[in-house]
């Protein structure tokens, strides 16, 4: 399986949102509604953002939104704070029992 | 709470096998496969494959085929990932993280991670 695509970098204000693609193909992302996203700080663990694609699990804030349309899904980061600084990954399920990570993005908070 | 605690780290020499150890609490065990991600120095993410404590099933992404084992010891909650044929290529933090049997396809909860070093 080839790993799913993600820009290498993202930026944006304090406040502002940001939007961070991830496109894979009619055999994962496109495929199924399993698209989910992780952030990861430098030297951490990766925490568990968004699953179905759209769906948020309890404490995760609402300022982290998904969405899919296609072979492509996205995450916004809605009033970007300085602690949203990080790495962010998405994974699909690709099938046959088997899962894909994106490159990863790193998001930087001007 | 749910804790999944893995080994310490490991330094190998190429063409040497490792194991990690995830030992998982706070949940019921066998109601989750455990997958396993590594991450290479500077890089992103790739999954492994997953093994079923209930079954002893797996699967593994087509690049380890061959070259890696997964297994459980329920009788102590713990999942255990070992990789044969060691490369310097190898050289990552390897995570176990846990999904949800039946129809879930995220994962919730993730050790800490182990480094393993491959060198000479």
């Known amino acids: 399986q080839s790993a799913l695509t993600q820009p290498p970098s993202a930026s944006g204000s304090v406040g502002q949102s940001v939007t961070i693609s991830c496109t894979g193909t009619?055999?994962?992302?496109?495929?199924?509604?399993?698209v989910s996203w992780y952030q990861q700080h430098p030297g951490k663990v990766p925490k568990f953002m968004i699953y179905?694609?759209?769906k948020r699990p309890s404490g995760v804030p609402d300022r982290f939104s998904g969405s899919k349309s296609g072979n492509t899904a996205s995450l916004t980061v809605s009033g970007l704070q300085a602690e949203d600084e990080a790495d962010y990954y998405c994974s699909s399920y690709a099938g046959s029992n088997n899962w894909v990570f994106g490159g990863g993005t790193k998001l930087t908070v001007l | 709470q749910v804790q999944l605690v893995q080994s310490g780290a490991e330094v190998k020499k190429p063409g040497a096998s490792v194991r990690v150890s995830c030992k998982a609490s706070g949940y019921t065990f066998t109601d989750y496969y455990t997958h396993w991600v590594r991450q290479a120095p500077g890089q992103g993410l790739e999954w492994m494959g997953w093994v079923n404590p209930n079954s002893g099933n797996t699967n593994f992404a087509q690049k380890f085929q061959g070259r890696v084992t997964m297994t459980t010891d329920t009788s102590i909650s713990t999942a255990y990932m070992e990789l044969s044929r060691l490369r310097s290529d190898d050289t990552a933090v390897y995570f176990c993280a846990r999904v949800p049997g039946g129809l879930a396809y995220y994962f919730d909860y993730w050790g800490q991670g182990t480094l393993v070093t491959v060198s000479s």
């Open positions: 179905e694609v759209t």
């Open positions: 009619s055999s994962d992302v496109g495929g199924y509604n399993h």
